[in-house]
């Protein structure tokens, strides 16, 4: 992907993130390049989400199966990819967003690169849960959409600027953490 391109989708996963309806000249404008330029690239809005879906799938199914397999402790593992999925930042987010927008559209397939994180993430959860070590009164469904709702927060918080960012994961992590059940964590 040329340079021009990857600043593209970039900065589209960034503006469609922030406004799903942008237009693709507010995409250009914030991008720094003429609309002209971005229709060399792509000439209509589907393309520019396409490439964005393929972008963002990549980077953060790399980032979210380190975490996975970064430990063979499923708490370890959890809090890993929510660091992974933090990392990722509005990758993250535009991906849940494309799936809450457009479920019955081109949303991931259950076994695509999406699906299979997605589950992951659920086999996890359900692992904890009979574990014990994360509440079983939430549903599986709901701790997700807190995983993911965690995420937006410290987008924000990292946009903002309010919180040092040497402290947003631990931020992040004691509060999910918590709110799922976790009584103490090392970063407590």
Request: glycine share 4%; charged share 20%; with cysteine.
């Amino acid at each position: 992907m040329k340079l021009t391109e990857q600043n593209i989708v970039n900065t589209a996963i960034y503006v469609l993130n922030e406004n799903p309806s942008a237009t693709l000249e507010m995409v250009a404008d914030k991008a720094g390049i003429s609309s002209r330029t971005l229709y060399r690239y792509f000439n209509d809005r589907e393309k520019l989400i396409d490439a964005c879906k393929i972008m963002l799938t990549t980077t953060c199914r790399e980032a979210m199966n380190a975490a996975f397999d970064g430990s063979d402790n499923p708490l370890i593992q959890l809090e890993l990819t929510l660091y992974a999925a933090i990392n990722c930042g509005s990758k993250f987010a535009f991906f849940e967003k494309l799936n809450q927008i457009m479920p019955k559209q081109e949303a991931p397939a259950p076994d695509g690169d999406a699906g299979q994180i997605q589950s992951r993430l659920f086999n996890l959860i359900v692992t904890l849960q009979k574990q014990g070590l994360i509440t079983d009164v939430l549903t599986s469904a709901w701790i997700y959409k807190l995983f993911s709702g965690m995420v937006n927060t410290t987008i924000s918080a990292i946009s903002s600027g309010d919180i040092a960012i040497n402290d947003i994961n631990r931020f992040a992590w004691i509060s999910f953490s918590q709110s799922i059940g976790i009584q103490k964590t090392d970063a407590a």
